[in-house]
């Protein structure tokens, strides 16, 4: 058998006895055909010409100006993680686009457009096993929702996982969001309060919020208002609409601060401006019963009936109250039984 340096020797005779050889070494090599170093528990990567590199080893012949070529047999090197990526992402966002305007749709692809999905998943996928964290993300995502690719959770999971190591806070807030689910994963709260942890601290305002929701509920951690104030404050800063109505809550009640109606109103105020129902739904309760703000009935079934046309099932309630009542509304039993047809209307409420 020849020596490490001979066979790099032999790999470079002429271009035929090169070529059987690196086929044959490549088929059966352990080691990187560049460093002769194990492949083994070691990032990979394949060229067309079978030579097999480290992922490391193909980026540092990139910074010494290889970037075209096996420097071997001089096949074409592939592409880098980040162009695979811009590619992938490129290819996929055009589909996606034709879905959204109803042009095609996910579950029935045109031939032309599913090879346009798999080749973004292909590259994707090469970009992810050499590492690049967003790739991994992008790969997690369409696995995740089944777009164009076979739905699996548990493989979404993994990819999101190789991110969050990496600590690409999207892939952080994905992978708690699915733990505190149980979706790919055994279902943990704790874990789901690390990753969220994570990606809260870098400024996630989602992650800071479920953060905030955690400890109030007291679900993978001690409860504790004070907690839940300090990240609802985080992200409600940050201009998230639900922190903002679950702060003003917090103040409204006294809970983790000192009680103030005039604050609780102030970050209602942020999230209403945002149009954010639950926030219409407590200026309402605030109106009826002069919290922070002089009182008036006419005022607070206005914000009522605005969350109410949003869906809220809450403002829909008390809308019917007002109506039922004549609060603020021309008295009429038939709109009170239109806007809450399944509630108890006849229960005593703003007293």
């Not at 548990?154 to 969001?177: D, I, N, P, T």
């Not at 005039?262 to 309760?285: I, T, Y």
Request: proline share 3%; charged share 25%; with cysteine.
């Amino acid at each position: 058998m020849l020596a490490k340096v001979d066979r790099i020797s032999a790999c470079y005779g002429n271009d035929k006895s090169r070529d059987r050889i690196a086929s044959v070494a490549a088929a059966t090599s352990e080691e990187c055909s560049t460093c002769l170093g194990s492949l083994a528990d070691a990032s990979v990567i394949t060229l067309q010409c079978t030579h097999v590199f480290h992922v490391e080893c193909v980026a540092e012949l990139r910074k010494f100006g290889v970037k075209q070529a096996c420097p071997l047999c001089r096949t074409p090197l592939p592409p880098g993680p980040e162009k695979l990526n811009d590619e992938a992402s490129l290819r996929y966002m055009i589909i996606h686009r034709m879905v959204t305007r109803g042009i095609v749709s996910w579950s029935a692809l045109p031939p032309e457009a599913q090879g346009e999905v798999d080749a973004a998943i292909s590259s994707w996928q090469t970009a992810a096993e050499q590492g690049l964290a967003m790739a991994q993300h992008n790969l997690g995502c369409v696995l995740l929702e089944g777009y164009g690719a076979p739905q699996s959770e548990v493989e979404a999971v993994r990819w999101f996982k190789k991110a969050a190591e990496q600590g690409f806070s999207k892939s952080q807030f994905k992978l708690g969001s699915l733990v505190r689910e149980g979706r790919g994963a055994p279902q943990d709260d704790v874990e789901a309060v690390r990753w969220w942890r994570k990606s809260a601290a870098q400024g996630d305002v989602i992650a800071q919020c479920n953060l905030g929701v955690m400890y109030e509920d007291g679900r993978g951690v001690e409860r504790t208002d004070v907690e839940a104030a300090l990240w609802y404050r985080m992200a409600a800063k940050q201009g998230h609409a639900p922190a903002q109505v679950y702060l003003g809550t917090q103040f409204s009640e006294g809970r983790g601060m000192a009680q103030s109606f005039s604050e609780a109103l102030r970050w209602l105020n942020k999230a209403v401006e945002q149009g954010n129902a639950e926030a219409q739904v407590g200026m309402g309760l605030a109106l009826i019963y002069g919290r922070g703000v002089e009182r008036s009935d006419t005022n607070a079934a206005s914000w009522f009936k605005k969350a109410a046309k949003q869906g809220s099932v809450d403002a829909q309630f008390y809308l019917g109250v007002c109506f039922r009542d004549g609060r603020g509304l021309v008295q009429c039993y038939e709109e009170a039984a239109k806007w809450s047809p399944t509630k108890d209307i006849l229960m005593r409420l703003f007293n």
